[in-house]
């Protein structure tokens, strides 16, 4: 099993339209998993039907039993997250601002703060289009960890596919190289940086590149809308080339990519015989042969 | 004023909005302040003919171990609540990313043995251009927490630009960087463009907006490609749409060169005019 990671650092270059695609075309030799968590759409492409619904629990929140409260302020003198604030009789908890951290809970001189361990997700496991499993899930609204969130999603694909003894897992992670990029990319065996032909695409790639090598991870890219600018798809290719990163696809600036999503397709099942379908495709099958040499 | 422009998705025009209207607020004679705080990937910069004027170190306050006095009890990995400290036999090892900086485990070690000490996270940099300043928040990289930062550039926004309107470019999402750049703003703008993918996340966003009882506002961008969803989304939930912008090849020209756009293409502009008039009229 090869775990192949499509990251992109700028949001709205085409990580989801492509990772989509990818796993249309994997057909049921895939485990397919949404690491977006934050604004998970990947379902959308894939007819994803949510068979089966798990809750997520993580983090907790502190809650102040105005009861017990003596409302002398230990907790809000301790708090370094701005968490609580005073009523009259009592105290109270923001539960916005609440990191879980306990540490007001402990030094309550009356003991009159419980922590709670809080549902902040959901996690699906769906059948999609082409016959394979898919595993994607959702934040609660105004929630936090969204790496741990990350990395269940990613640990119920992984075990699904060795379960069912399948070739790849294709994961589809989020913009930014923070907290939920860093949790989707532990284990992959590729990672494919979904860059465009933009300044802010080659500023975003450079950093999201420089994560990536920090763990020393396998690398290729995929250059999309390279035609809107030349110089810039220029200045692109001599980083990567620099880099020693190959890559695989240069995608032009097509319509075809928002037409697809507005009528659900992966732009691969949108039009079989188009020059895109014929160039994703050929990324796809180069994506099977670096992993197999590697 | 405080106004976030956010979204759920990703490359919907947050930077490319956020940019060109404090451009223009600048041109029309406003006090206005740009600050990018989607410090994951910052490229306001790009956009805007400026120079770096300040730059300063953030830091995140992270438990130092000192052996001296330390009686290896045990107490702060028992304290920390996210593992962020490890009591082995002979030492005590402290995992800096993991590290909410609570100083649970600092305040309670009985011989005060784990000092807080500041671990640097990235950089505030202010930028002055012709008519405004922008400042940025820039995450090192391998950083995992990015809100310490995004509130560290508000509060260096708020000290150095107290009476400036302030424009704030939020991180794409909608957890918790999002919500550190909108929870204190006066309005937010929601990016979003008129697909399945646009609609799906503009409802998310939505939604934590609502758990901040934060107003919002939408601009749809890339308008005429697509379908008529976010439209109707919008009317049932009573959501303003502010503008919509036209769906453009040569603004996406304009924006891969890095350039501003309202200068040059007079549909754009337009769109910024609504925006400007829907600002106003708010309270």
Redesign the interface.
Known sequence: MREIVVIS?????GK?SLSASFAYLAKQDAVVCDCD???A?MH?LLDANFKEQRDFHSG?LAIINPQICTNCGDCFD?C??DAITKETDFHVVDA?SC?????CS??CPVEAITMQTQKTGDIFISDIKNGAKMIHAK?G????N??KLVSKVKQIAKELALKEDKSYVITDG?????????SSLSGANLVVLVT??????L??LQ??Y??TK?FNLNVVCIIN?YD??M??TKKIEIYLEEQEVAVIAKLP?D?DF??A??V?KPIVEFDENCKLTEQISSSWEKIKIILKDR | MKITIAS?????GK?TVSSNLTTYLASLGKKVVLADL?V??P?SA??IDSTLVNTKVSNKMIPQWNATDCLLCGKCEE?C??NAILHLPEEIRVFPELC?????CS??CPTSSLPMVAEKIGLINEYESELFSMVEGR?D??????IPLIAQTIEYVDEHFPEHIKIYDA???????V?EAS?YSDFVILIT?A???GL??LK??V??M???NQKVGVIIN?YG???DGVEKYCQDENIPIITKIKND?EV??L????ELIYNKIEHFKNSLDEIITFIGGLK
Do not use: W
Request: with cysteine.
């Open positions: 650092g700028k949001g709205g270059t989801t968590v934050d604004a759409n959308l907790e301790v370094r997250f916005i990191e879980g951290c306990h540490y402990r030094i934040l609204f105004g929630a936090e969204s790496g989020s913009p930014g190289i923070g907290c939920p990029v860093i465009e032909a933009t300044v802010s695409g500023h975003d950093r999201v420089q994560l920090t809308k809107l600018n110089d810039v600036y319509e928002t037409k999503v507005s659900a | 759920g998705k990703g490359g919907t930077t989607d994951e990937e490229n790009l956009f304290v609540n996210f909410h900086s609570c100083y649970a305040e309670l995450l990289l391998g950083q995992e927490m990015s991180p794409p999402g909608t957890s918790c960087p919500i929870r463009e697909t399945p993918f799906n996340d998310l966003a939604e934590t609502k758990v901040l890339r490609i697509g379908d090849r996406a020209k924006y891969s060169n890095g």
